[in-house]
C-alpha cells in the first residue's frame, strides 16, 4: 500500500525567509503527486500536482513552487515567505484511479 | 474545470442519529470520481468512500453510504448511527484531468 511521508509536522518561519517542504513516497511506483493548502477552517486548494519526474503543473499563480527531482520525492519551495503563505500543507499521492492517499501535513506558520 | 458546493458549514446531530451532508458538484468531464473525506482536528484526511460516475449502485462503506444523484449533479453522504468520533470536518471531492477538486466542507458535531 502507499505511504505518504511530510515532514515537519509544524514549522514557524518568519517572513522573508526560504522554504522547503519534502514530501516521499513509499510503496509505489510512478504515483500522481500533489501538493494542496488549506487555510484556517476552510477547503483544500490544489497548488501543485505532478504527473512524472520534473513535469510540474501549477494551479494557482503564487509565491511558491513546486519540483520532482525523483520519482517518488516531491518538494515545494518559497524564496521569501509572505503571510499569507500560512496554512496547513497536505501532500497526496494516487496510483489507482480511487487510490487517493494523504500525509499527515504541515502546519506552516508566518510570522 | 470542476466545482464543488456544501452549502452546509455546520451541523450538529445527535448521537445515534443518522445524519445527511450535502454535496453538489459541476463538471465538464464524462468520466469522474467522487470522494468524501473526513478530517479530525488533527488534520489528516481520513478516506471514506467513493463514487465513479459510472457506477448505478450507490456506494456503502460501513456505516457510511453515498447518495449519488447523477442527473442532479448530487452526491450527498449519510453518516448512520452516528457516534461521537464522527465529529470532524467532512470533505465532497471530484476527481477529474488528473486532480482531485475539494468543496469547503461541512464541520459535523455529534451531540451525546
Known amino acids: 500500500s502507499q505511504t505518504i511521508h511530510q515532514w515537519p509536522a509544524t514549522l514557524v518561519q518568519p517572513v522573508g525567509s526560504p522554504l522547503s517542504l519534502e514530501c516521499t513516497v513509499e510503496?509505489?511506483?510512478?504515483?500522481?503527486l500533489y501538493w494542496y493548502r488549506q487555510a484556517a477552517g476552510r477547503g483544500l486548494q490544489l497548488l501543485f500536482y505532478s504527473v512524472g519526474i520534473g513535469q510540474i503543473s501549477s494551479e494557482v499563480p503564487q509565491n511558491l513552487s513546486a519540483s520532482r527531482p525523483q520519482d517518488r520525492q516531491f518538494i515545494l519551495s518559497s524564496k521569501k515567505l509572505l503571510l499569507s503563505d500560512s496554512g496547513f500543507y497536505l501532500c497526496?499521492?494516487?496510483?489507482?484511479?480511487?487510490?487517493?492517499?494523504f500525509g499527515s501535513g504541515t502546519r506552516l506558520t508566518v510570522v | 474545470a470542476q466545482k464543488i458546493t456544501q452549502t452546509q458549514p455546520g451541523m450538529f446531530v445527535q448521537e445515534k442519529e443518522a445524519v445527511t451532508l450535502d454535496c453538489t458538484y459541476d463538471t465538464s468531464d464524462q468520466s469522474y470520481g467522487l470522494f468524501w473525506y473526513k478530517q479530525p482536528s488533527s488534520g489528516e484526511m481520513i478516506f471514506l468512500i467513493y463514487q465513479g460516475s459510472y457506477d448505478e449502485q450507490n456506494a456503502t462503506e460501513g456505516r457510511y453510504s453515498l447518495n449519488f444523484q447523477k442527473a442532479r449533479k448530487s452526491a450527498n453522504l449519510v453518516i448512520s448511527a452516528s457516534q461521537l468520533g464522527d465529529s470532524a470536518m467532512y470533505f465532497c471531492a471530484v476527481l477529474g484531468n488528473e486532480k482531485l477538486t475539494f468543496g469547503t466542507g461541512t464541520r459535523l458535531t455529534i451531540i451525546p
Open positions: 497526496a499521492g494516487r496510483v489507482r484511479y480511487y487510490g487517493y492517499t
Open positions: 510503496g509505489t511506483s510512478n504515483p500522481n
